[in-house]
């Protein structure tokens, strides 16, 4: 309220203060009301509703939510306790074990804990409730820290032998922060021309024809078979990561039905899709429907927004103050609220202060006033790492001390514009090496070599300024290299 009036002392003796002002006045008389009177007013107020405000949250779920306080503050601190989480899920190889290994009842999930709902941690499973995932959330939203947190959250409950990530952000890299230093990371894509879309599509059905032909061999028919073996050479889950799904779309059609095409085959072969977008209408086809079973809708930006991630139009109406506040559907009519937890702050032992607001109550939603900064605003900014700097640290040294190895990357780097000669050293007299070929389709790249006496003769095709010249000039010196080799092709 801006003014209050204090009537301990009688309607003829009271006191008026202006709050904003500061100032009071006393000996004021006021003109008093029936108790009748006001209890019929007030009946006459009940049915009002303002159309133009916002619902109030009545839930017991948080405002904020620290991540680190819902995975445990020890895992920050000590990569022996991450590592036994890991054990403790059976998410690490043990690679030193011979002879038959114990066969476990039932496979893992993918199960982690992202924020707080009510009354317990809220948590998400791609494995039971996906396979595939599609996030909405607007400008402001908290977007990209849900998923940063969710990311979080499955990387400190399963090691690199259970679970592996590939991002693809369109906005320039910038939505995963470190995650991308996380050992279960197997890479971030930021630009995908033409070339690099079918180059994806092809190391992304590798990937497929890998996994098959490794399952067609174990006699396994899928993943969850070999996990229950407990089997050393089980491949990990792959889950792609991909921001800003409805750019992506509209600039790169080919690859994201590439990808759902992908999605569609690769369910027992355990790849997962967490796709997010800001404006879901008009890039959710009745394939994605149908895949993605589980459904995140942070803040939208309308109701029909809400409506094409959810099925309902509650996230339109939460509140812009409160980013990460979001509701998920784990099933037909299945809507659970949350607070997605934050891992972008600082988590200390000290309890946290209690918080004081002021509000204007008024018709059209109450206005929050704005605090004046405290000497303690900048304090930390001087901190050290942050929460997601330091998990990401404690994960590392984990995956380092248990002997790891790093995983197999379906996704290798595109060729960089410059390969030294040295590093394609020939492994015969007979042979000359040319250049570093990319094979998208066997997930490698390998040295391209000359063989003079089976090729024959050699053509180089190139506009002016392709590097004709360079080429020439490389093959002579790996010829030189190789005398018996450059005696063939002199």
Not at 31 to 44: N, P, Q, T
Not at 257 to 273: K, W
Not at 289 to 313: H, K, Q, W
């Amino acid at each position: 309220c801006r003014t209050f009036v204090d009537v301990t002392d009688g309607l003829d003796d009271a006191r008026v203060g202006w709050v904003r002002a500061g100032e009071e006045a006393a000996k004021v008389s006021v003109e008093g009301v029936s108790r009748e009177h006001a209890e019929h007013f007030a009946r006459r107020l009940a049915p009002i509703v303002d159309s133009s405000s916002l619902v109030p949250d009545s839930s017991d779920i948080p405002d904020s939510v620290s991540l680190l306080r819902i995975l445990g503050p020890d895992l920050a601190e000590s990569p022996d306790a991450v590592l036994e989480r890991w054990k403790q899920n059976n998410s690490v190889i043990d690679r030193a074990a011979t002879g038959p290994r114990p066969r476990l009842k039932r496979a893992g999930t993918l199960r982690a804990f992202i924020g707080q709902g009510t009354p317990d941690a809220m948590s998400l499973d791609l494995r039971t409730q996906g396979p595939h995932a599609l996030v909405g959330g607007t400008t402001g939203s908290g977007k990209s820290e849900f998923l940063q947190a969710w990311v979080l959250a499955m990387a400190a409950e399963y090691s690199p032998d259970r679970v592996t990530f590939l991002f693809v952000d369109y906005k320039g890299g910038s939505a995963f922060a470190d995650c991308v230093e996380l050992p279960h990371c197997v890479g971030l894509v930021t630009d995908l021309s033409p070339h690099l879309v079918r180059r994806a599509l092809t190391s992304l059905r590798a990937e497929l024809h890998h996994r098959e032909k490794l399952f067609h061999r174990k006699k396994a028919k899928d993943l969850l078979e070999l996990e229950k073996r407990q089997d050393p050479e089980t491949p990990p889950a792959l889950v792609l990561v991909v921001d800003e799904f409805a750019a992506l779309a509209g600039e790169v059609p080919e690859f994201v039905d590439g990808v759902v095409d992908i999605a569609q085959r690769g369910r027992s072969l355990g790849i997962h899709l967490i796709l997010a977008t800001q404006r879901p209408a008009g890039v959710i086809k009745d394939n994605l429907r149908a895949n993605t079973n589980l459904r995140v809708a942070l803040r939208m930006a309308d109701a029909a927004d809400s409506n094409d991630v959810v099925e309902d139009p509650i996230a339109a109406g939460f509140d812009p103050s409160l980013p990460g506040r979001g509701i998920a559907k784990t099933g037909p009519g299945r809507l659970v609220p949350f607070q997605s937890g934050y891992a972008g702050g600082w988590t200390t032992d000290e309890p946290e202060a209690a918080e004081v607001r002021v509000e204007d109550l008024r018709f059209g939603g109450a206005r929050v006033w704005e605090q004046p900064e405290t000497e303690n605003a900048d304090i930390e900014e001087n901190s050290g790492p942050n929460d997601q700097k330091r998990l990401v640290s404690s994960f590392i040294a984990a995956s380092n001390g248990a002997g790891i190895p790093a995983p197999r990357r379906p996704w290798l780097d595109d060729l960089s514009a410059t390969v030294d000669l040295r590093d394609l050293a020939p492994d015969s007299d007979s042979r000359i090496p040319l250049a570093l070929a990319d094979i998208p389709e066997h997930q490698a790249q390998e040295t391209a070599w000359f063989e003079p006496d089976t090729d024959g003769h050699l053509l180089v095709y190139g506009t002016s300024g392709a590097g004709k010249s360079a080429a020439l000039r490389s093959i002579a010196i790996a010829a030189g290299a190789n005398p018996a080799a450059g005696t063939a092709a002199v």
